[in-house]
């Protein structure tokens, strides 16, 4: 052969090469490969559509480190530390399942208006990926506090006093003066002196025994 024919074909090479390897790296974009092994929850884009690195194409979990996302307010979510305690329900179920909180997004959803905290169950309990859960989550330790129903506690439009009644039985009431240690959704955590363990307390009507009980904390 001659020397250009030579110098030709090695530019033909070349260029084939160069082409195979503009194949073989536009190939590799077409695959979607996954950090690690999982189960695909949701598929976010369908075929023929229009996918850039920003935009995820498919949700997936890891069985083996399954986690639950609650939304909560913003104002619950300035309590909660990763590393606090909870306990998770799933669909429903009356079983509760333990678990650790182990991040608090700082970003807030625009349309909801909530932030997500990611709880991860105890070691040894799975969750099935895609099921409806609700989660309880310790932000404090209050000694010697009850929790009772928001609709429980009332205020005195007099005094202002937050108070509590205790149902005596016969149509008779007690009033109790407490104080609000803690108050997260409809519950609340209160404390009282004159407040014993075992007492039934009205959670219902209670603003309107206000004009029927007498004045201070006997009742």
């Given amino acids: 052969p001659r020397p250009q024919d030579i110098a030709v074909a090695r530019a033909a090479v070349q260029q084939a090469q160069a082409e195979l390897s503009a194949a073989r790296t536009k190939a590799s974009l077409l695959d979607i490969v996954a950090p690690f092994d999982g189960v695909i929850t949701q598929r976010l884009k369908n075929p023929g559509e229009t996918a850039d690195p920003a935009t995820p194409v498919l949700a997936m979990v890891n069985p083996n480190r399954t986690v ?11 309590l909660v530390r990763p590393g606090a305690a909870a306990n998770i329900s799933v669909d429903g179920s009356v079983n509760r399942i333990d678990g650790t909180v182990v991040a608090v997004s700082p970003a807030l959803a625009a349309q909801t208006g909530t932030m997500t905290v990611r709880i991860r169950p105890a070691r040894g309990r799975s969750l099935t990926p895609g099921a409806a859960a609700k989660a309880s989550i310790a932000v404090r330790d209050v000694p010697g506090a009850f929790i009772v129903p928001e609709s429980a506690v009332v205020k ?8 509590v009644y ?4 016969a149509g008779r009431y007690r009033r109790v003066d407490v104080q609000i240690r803690l108050q997260a959704a409809s519950r609340v955590a209160i404390s009282g002196s004159k407040l014993m363990s075992g007492e039934s307390i009205v959670t219902q009507g209670a603003y309107e025994l206000l004009p029927l009980a007498g004045g201070g904390s006997g009742g």
């Fill in 156 to 163: 005195d439009p007099e005094t202002g006093q937050t108070l």
């Fill in 68 to 78: 639950v996302e609650v939304q909560v307010s913003q104002d619950q979510a300035t």
């Fill in 166 to 169: 205790v149902a005596r039985g």
